[in-house]
């Protein structure tokens, strides 16, 4: 495309254009493209930064109204513990206790297996310089629990 006052024009008219000529003008240009994806993500930075602030707010009243949904059905369980069985109060109150003991010790046990992905493990072995398979510190997908990929196999991606 022949664009007046670029160097494709002046290309056009003047054979002697200089390689140093297109390349100023190339910068020029890419300077231009840069500057407008930089104030696109820059604008969309903003708008997600209230989208997550709005998000935060309703996560908190969200954990208000469960934990509290939580605390009074566990109250109607012992309640029903007490009227049904004719449990000492105690007792319904210590199985209440334990069944939600033993829930969170499976939500922390979970955790814990969660918290070397946070490590971003692929990236760190893709981005290290050198040889790194023999790095303990940095664990592959299939230890943190994730598919194995070997190239050799069928349908695996290469």
Not at 146 to 158: E, L, Q, V
Request: aromatic residues 4%; charged residues 20%; hydrophobic residues 50%.
């Amino acid at each position: 495309m022949n664009v007046p006052g670029t160097a494709y024009d002046r290309r056009a008219g003047d054979a002697t254009v200089s390689t140093l000529d297109l390349l100023r003008e190339i910068l020029r240009e890419l300077h231009g493209v840069v500057s407008d994806r930089v104030e696109l993500l820059s604008l969309e930075l903003q708008r997600a930064r209230g989208a997550l602030a709005q998000i935060v707010a309703l996560l908190v009243a969200v954990a208000i109204l469960g934990v509290t949904a939580w605390i009074a059905g566990w109250g109607a369980v012992a309640l029903a513990l007490i009227e049904g069985t004719g449990l000492h109060w105690g007792w319904a109150l210590a199985i209440v206790l334990a069944v939600n003991a033993a829930a969170a010790w499976i939500a922390v046990a979970r955790v814990r297996t969660l918290f070397p992905r946070l490590t971003l493990p692929a990236t760190r072995r893709q981005l290290t310089v050198g040889d790194d398979t023999k790095d303990a510190r940095i664990p592959r997908a299939h230890d943190l629990g994730g598919p194995r990929h070997d190239p050799g196999t069928p349908g695996s991606p290469a």
